[in-house]
T-cell receptor
Framework: AQKITQTQPGMFVQEKEAVTLDCTYDTSDPSYGLFWYKQPSSGEMIFLIYQGSYDQQNATEGRYSLNFQKARKSANLVISASQLGDSAMYFC???????????????FGKGTKLTVNP | EPEVTQTPSHQVTQMGQEVILRCVPISNHLYFYWYRQILGQKVEFLVSFYNNEISEKSEIFDDQFSVERPDGSNFTLKIRSTKLEDSAMYFC????????????FGPGTRLTVT
């Protein structure tokens, strides 16, 4: 069963406008964490923002904010004032505990390709 | 700012050859991971490593794969006999003990098997 669902294969936004990238997740673990990573065409994975399941407030990092709706199991990324450099793939991921000793793995969604138009 | 490094950035190999992908995690990190991303697809977990042993591996990580931390700084992924379908971007990641909320990713090694 798919644990991270990103329903938008591609999104377009005008420069300087805000855009929301959707992410829903599925877990029965009461303790979990959600991440967003940006992957530009060069290929590296850039950490953007993190939301813990027990965090009382929605996470924010500069122009990035996370719209966390726990009951709906959604963790949408909001990018405000889009810039041309925001054009990239965006991946939502959830951490899962694995093995023993505190190791975790990240389970990724399929990603959303964001294109910012001038 | 400390970062995870990976070498080489791009490796081309012939089917059936052995490859070793190298990673230097952030120095105070204790948890290490390999992920792979086939072109145009999502990132997939391969293996996690802690305390000098594998703590978890995915179904992708079969007997052709192995990991090692030979000298306390490097973390390697070996593919014993490469197949065409091993062509992918391989990411190394590491995380620290406390506040291990973020896994820091390296820039990746693009492996092309011909």
């Amino acid at each position: 069963a798919q644990k991270i669902t990103q329903t938008q294969p591609g999104m377009f936004v005008q420069e300087k406008e805000a855009v929301t990238l959707d992410c829903t997740y599925d877990t029965s673990d009461p303790s979990y964490g959600l991440f967003w990573y940006k992957q530009p065409s060069s290929g590296e994975m850039i950490f953007l923002i993190y939301q813990g399941s027990y965090d009382q407030q929605n996470a924010t990092e500069g122009r990035y904010s996370l719209n966390f709706q726990k009951a709906r199991k959604s963790a949408n990324l909001v990018i405000s004032a889009s810039q041309l450099g925001d054009s990239a793939m965006y991946f939502c991921a959830m951490r899962e505990a694995v093995g023993q000793g505190g190791s975790e793995k990240l389970v990724f969604g399929k990603g959303t390709k964001l294109t910012v138009n001038p | 700012e400390p970062e995870v490094t990976q070498t080489p950035s791009h490796q081309v190999t012939q089917m059936g050859q052995e490859v070793i992908l190298r990673c230097v995690p952030i120095s105070n990190h204790l948890y290490f991971y390999w992920y792979r991303q086939i072109l145009g697809q999502k990132v997939e977990f391969l293996v996690s490593f802690y305390n000098n042993e594998i703590s978890e591996k995915s179904e992708i990580f079969d007997d052709q794969f192995s990991v090692e931390r030979p000298d306390g700084s490097n973390f390697t992924l070996k593919i014993r006999s490469t197949k065409l379908e091993d062509s992918a971007m391989y990411f190394c990641a590491s995380s620290e003990v406390r506040g291990r909320y973020e896994q820091y990713f390296g820039p990746g090694t693009r492996l092309t098997v011909t």
